[in-house]
C-alpha cells in the first residue's frame, strides 16, 4: 500500500494504474488503459460539449445528443477523448456531468449498439464501455454528476463513477442498474461500483430486481447524494464543487485512489475476459430475443 500511495503522490490516481504512455497533466505518465482514442467518431455534431472556466479550474460537460443521450460507441468515444483532454489539462481540477436534453440525465447504454451487431463490433462497443468507466471511476479531478433526467442503467453508472452526486428533485426521474429488467446482467464492475455506493444489502435489491429508483427513493439509499430543485442542479454542483476543490489535491487524489484502486485493478486485470464474456453473452440468441422485446416494448410505451 505503501507503494500505492507513492506512486500515487508521484503520477497521480490515474498514473498508478498506467498501462499506456499518455503524458498526464503533471507531464507524467498516465493512465490510458488499452485502448485506442483515435478519432473515429463519425457524426458531424458533436454529442458532448465541455466548457473549461480557467479562473475556477472547474469544467462541465453537457452530454447533447438527442433523443436520450444513450451511448453509441461513438458517443463513447467522443466523451473518452474529451476526458481524457481535461485530465491532461493541468488548469482543470473539476468536472461537472450534465445534460442539455429536458427529462434525461443519460438512458444508458445504446441498446441499438447490442442488438443484431457482430461479435467484433460488440467487442469494441464494449471496450470502450469499459472505457468510459476506468477513466472516470479513475479519475484525478473531483467529478459531480449533476443529474437533471432520468438515468438508467449505463446513465446511472456514469453518475456512480463520479466523486458526487446531485439530483433533480423530480418524482418522475428514476435512476438504477435495471439490466436484469432487460433480461441481461450487470457485470461485476458495475456491481462493484453500486455496492462501493449504496452498500452490499441496497445492491443486491437493487440489481437482482433491477430496481428504478425516483429521485426521492434514490436519496433514501444514497444512491444519490443531494436532491434540489430542477433549475437549481447545475448551479449547486458548482457552489458543491468548490468545496471539494478546497481540499488539497495531493490529498483527495491519494484517498480517492485508496478507496477505489482496488475495485478498478479488478477490472483492468480482467478486461480481455469481460470483454470476452460479453461478446458471448450478448450474441447469445435468447438475449437477443429479449433485447428486441425490450426495444418493442420502449417504442409501444410511446404509441
Ligand atoms: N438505447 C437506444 N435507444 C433508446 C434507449 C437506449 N438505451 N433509450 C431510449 N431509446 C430510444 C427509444 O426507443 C425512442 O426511440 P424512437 O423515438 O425511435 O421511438 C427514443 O429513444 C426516445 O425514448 P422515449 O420515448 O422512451 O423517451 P422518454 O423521454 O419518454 O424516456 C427514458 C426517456 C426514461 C430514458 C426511456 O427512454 C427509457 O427508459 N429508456 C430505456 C433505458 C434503459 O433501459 N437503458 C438500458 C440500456 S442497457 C445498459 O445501459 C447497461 C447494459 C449492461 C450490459 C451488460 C450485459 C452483459
Known sequence: MANVLRNSAKFGFSG????????????????????????????????????LDNSTGVAVLRMQSPPVNSLSLDFLTEFCI???????DKSCRGLI??????????????????????????????????????KLYGSNMATIAAINGSSPAGGCLMSIGCDYR???????????????????VAPFWFKDTLVNTVGNRAAELALELGLLYSAPDALKIGLVDQLVPEDQVLSTAQDTMSKWL???????????SMMRKQTIDKLLSNREADITNFVSFITKDSIQRSLRMYLEMLKSRKA
Not at 474529451?82 to 491532461?88: F, G, Q, S
Not at 427529462?103 to 469499459?130: H, N, T
Not at 478546497?246 to 480517492?256: E, F, L, M, S, W
Open 16 to 51: 498508478v494504474l498506467s498501462q499506456l504512455s499518455i503524458h498526464s497533466r503533471h507531464g507524467r505518465e498516465c493512465v490510458s488503459p488499452c485502448f485506442s482514442l483515435q478519432q473515429r467518431n463519425s457524426s458531424t455534431s458533436p454529442k458532448i460539449k465541455v466548457d
Open 82 to 88: 474529451n476526458l481524457e483532454k481535461l485530465e491532461m
Open 97 to 134: 456531468i450534465t445534460s442539455t436534453l429536458s427529462k434525461v440525465f443519460s438512458a444508458g447504454l445504446d441498446i441499438m449498439e447490442m442488438y443484431g451487431k457482430s461479435p467484433e463490433r460488440c467487442g469494441e462497443f464494449w471496450k470502450a464501455v469499459q472505457e468510459m468507466w476506468l
Open 166 to 184: 446531485i439530483m433533480a428533485d423530480n418524482p418522475r426521474y428514476s435512476i438504477g442498474l435495471n439490466e436484469t429488467q432487460l433480461g441481461i
Open 246 to 256: 478546497a481540499v488539497p489535491d495531493h490529498a483527495r487524489q491519494i484517498t480517492k
